[in-house]
């Protein structure tokens, strides 16, 4: 089991930049593939961003394919999550999750794959 907990949301302007981070604990973080997920209200939870164990393959949904990348940092137990050219309608709850596996398969979209997550932070874009 991987302990996750999230930070760096905050309220920025549309065009700005964050970075989220991910810090985790638990001796298997290095071994499994890590994503990060959105909620907005009133909708459902959807995939931003996922990375393999080594960071050897990466995958991004088609909405911030350009903007946003996803890193990790093994040594230091962290993934990261940097957001630019931000848009209001990337306002939400952004949250870390450790997939089941260490790479990615063809589930790595699906939130119900994941097995631990963390509590989530919040990311506003005024327009």
């Known amino acids: 089991q991987v302990q996750l907990v999230e930070s760096g949301g905050g309220l920025v302007q549309a065009g700005e930049s964050l970075r989220l981070s991910c810090a985790a604990s638990?001796?298997?973080?290095?071994?499994?593939?890590m994503g990060w997920f959105r909620q907005a209200p009133g909708k459902e939870r959807e995939f931003v961003a996922a990375i393999s164990s080594g960071s050897g393959n990466t995958a991004y949904a088609n909405s911030v394919k350009g903007r946003f990348t996803i890193s990790r940092d093994n040594a230091k137990n962290t993934v990261y999550l940097q957001m630019n050219s931000l848009k209001p309608e990337d306002t939400a709850v952004y949250y870390c999750?450790?997939?089941?596996?260490?790479?990615?398969?063809?589930?790595?979209?699906?939130?119900?794959?994941?097995?631990?997550w963390g509590q989530g932070t919040q990311v506003t874009v005024s327009s």
């Open positions: 638990g001796r298997t973080f290095s071994n499994r593939a």
């Open positions: 999750a450790a997939y089941r596996l260490y790479g990615l398969s063809v589930d790595y979209d699906n939130w119900k794959k994941y097995d631990d």
